[in-house]
């Protein structure tokens, strides 16, 4: 018996640029990206695009178009834009992914060209699988076009479409070779849209930054009524601190480590309970409330700081209880925990807070402390009527 | 305009083993495997196993139990032991995959966990796939059985299966955990697939060390004569270098480094042109013989060195023509070179020899050249008669 050892580091560089105006001709950045990417060839670029942003952005295949045109001596434009349904229908459908791959292999895109995807989260990760199984990983750059995927997903280094109903079973960690955070897409966000991003915020601050979870609760009005400043700094420091996450610790979750996943149990359970009308974000800000109020049953976070973060949640416009969060507990959220913990691997690993800016990891999950906390919510919601907007 | 920059570095490490009687309860390599992996929870074992190495070692499924039946403490077998089609055909059906994503789900293997393959190329290929694209990634562990995998592919990081009947068309870089390479599995090969891995020891010798080529040359005949410890010696090398090859480059290919493919572009064509009846070895054999004969015409490599490399393949055995090679051009090997480019991404890049245990890569390939070297393959092939075995 004998044995060869093998062991080598593989680095992954991107960029994350911050921008507006992307496709207009006046903006440099993505002409500079492709004039940098080293070639000893025409680069191809497949576009696909999520029909929400197309919808609400009529100029954008055609601006797509015009700004490539300029580029022909460098990358060569794929004239079939693909566009697709947006949201997590398109995580859903498997014949997507194929339509993808066979757009790949119809128009000869190779493992030295380019897929971007523009959209949201969910399309981001669709299309991110797609790049990552054709060719062993096309070079895949990310434009998001939500204040979630514009902070949170669509920067890392994941990629997953559903199997099954099953949220994220199948998928792989690649990073993209570069991210364009362009603020012009969030303007035509429909409110739901715009809010539920910044709960992931939200999460980073409470178990990381309390500095950052103040100025957060000092500016919920002003991010409420959609202020763009605001906005921008929310987006570049959650970015920041999600970036740093993937970089200082396990980057592909070999070991033990986790991802940024507080308030998230319950909150992957209760998008499938709900058929996904629920959003991530807006499942999220519930998720997060529930693991605030079984930390303050812990006595590990006070009544004053569980209070401030619910506050915020509520005047950011979140509401904080689903009527499936009294889900029959036989396929209720309960069972989202041991989903989570199957997902990630290993024991079950539950963030909760210690305090504003401190998680702490445990391994166990009470069952009465969750049903207190959901029903300390319900009863907390404002009535039906108050709840009109 | 403002940007961010991620940059980390994942490092992979693994073992490759060489071993043999492996799942015998005298050998301790895969229990001490096991007992070493840093474990907070028993950890679930899926094997998927070759139909072929499953008949051609009847106690297989037997002794695997056995096996982890002492290991009970540290591992916990799923009892259903699957046992899937060996050959190109189980990169064929997308049905396989499923079948394997669909095992995950309802064993609750998470990505803590290992998948186990045992069997050849194709089989490890197909596996790793599954393995890599379930929960993002669920640890892999190769058992490979013939000895192109045990040589080459299945000490790789590469997976995959065929799209459409396109080689190779999806899958992904992701290095198994562990390696065991166990020679008993070598003895009940047929003479086809025990000769077939041997024309990758030669590719890589041919291209890097004509010492390793001197050595396979004076031991053809015990390699043709199924002499084992002969055997041993030829894989643990192309395996050594193989594994060098990968951690010294670029890995995970995604800069413009290239996999060690000497011969391989009209050997991928050759296979799908024959549906696959061809093996991949004994069509690499002949686009090694086809890529010495190109190298000779443009004088870089002499008529002798050509001859012995021809000569060598054949006292191994080896057929050097295959009446495919004679399609019509339309559908013929030159068109795998486009679909070689194509796959590898960026420049057409093709591997000549400057001689014994050098290889050179080239950017063109002039049509006549190779037209004339399938002719003379076709000239020196031995009549019909004398070739049946």
Redesign the interface.
């Known amino acids: 018996?004998?044995?060869?050892?093998?062991?080598?580091?593989?680095?992954?560089?991107?960029?994350?640029?911050?921008?507006e105006k992307l496709f207009k001709s006046t903006n440099p950045?993505l002409a500079d990206f492709f004039t940098q990417q080293s070639s000893?060839?025409r680069k191809k670029i497949l576009f696909v695009i999520d029909s929400g942003v197309a919808d609400a952005h009529p100029d954008l295949l055609t601006d797509i178009k015009a700004y490539f045109a300029q580029l022909t001596d460098r990358v060569e434009l794929v004239p079939e834009l693909i566009v697709i349904p947006g949201g997590e229908i398109s995580k859903n459908d498997p014949a997507l992914v194929e339509q993808l791959?066979d757009a790949v292999?119809r128009h000869?895109v190779?493992?030295?060209?380019y897929i971007v995807a523009v959209g949201g989260g969910s399309v981001l990760d669709m299309v991110g699988y797609a790049a990552?199984?054709?060719?062993?990983?096309?070079r895949h750059i990310r434009i998001p076009t939500t204040v979630l995927s514009q902070n949170d997903s669509g920067?890392g280094v994941?990629n997953?479409v559903n199997?099954?109903g099953?949220k994220?079973?199948?998928?792989?960690?690649?990073?993209p070779v570069a991210v364009f955070n362009d603020r012009d897409f969030l303007i035509t966000l429909d409110d739901r849209d715009w809010r539920a991003g910044i709960s992931e915020a939200i999460k980073v601050a409470l178990i990381k930054d309390s500095l950052f979870f103040e100025w957060i609760e000092r500016n919920a009005e002003a991010l409420a009524a959609r202020d763009m400043e605001t906005m921008d700094y929310l987006i570049?420091r959650c970015?920041?601190m999600h970036?740093e996450h993937?970089?200082g610790g396990d980057?592909?979750?070999?070991?033990?480590s986790r991802p940024l996943d507080f308030g998230h149990w319950s909150a992957h359970k209760l998008e499938q309970l709900t058929n996904f009308e629920l959003r991530h974000g807006e499942a999220v800000a519930i998720g997060i409330a529930m693991d605030c109020l079984y930390s303050q049953q812990l006595g590990w976070l006070t009544d004053a700081d569980t209070n401030r973060v619910l506050k915020t949640l509520r005047t950011l416009g979140f509401s904080l209880y689903q009527p499936m969060l009294d889900a029959d507990e036989s396929k209720g959220v309960l069972k989202g925990l041991a989903e989570f913990?199957?997902?990630?691997?290993?024991?079950l690993t539950i963030m909760l807070l210690q305090g504003i800016g401190k998680g702490v990891e445990v391994h166990e999950i009470d069952a009465a402390k969750v049903r207190w906390s959901i029903a300390t919510l319900k009863e907390q919601e404002p009535t039906a009527e108050s709840q009109l907007v």
Do not use: C, W
């Not at 994220?168 to 990073?175: A, D, H, I, Q, S």
């Open positions: 018996m004998s044995h060869l050892q093998q062991s080598f580091a593989v680095r992954f560089t991107y960029n994350v640029f911050f921008t950045l000893e060839l791959v292999d000869g190779d493992r030295h060209s990552a199984i054709s060719h062993r990983g096309i920067v994941k997953s199997y099954r099953k994220n079973f199948l998928g792989t960690f690649v990073p570049h970015a920041e970036l993937i970089a980057p592909f979750e070999m070991g033990s913990r199957e997902h990630l691997g290993g024991q």
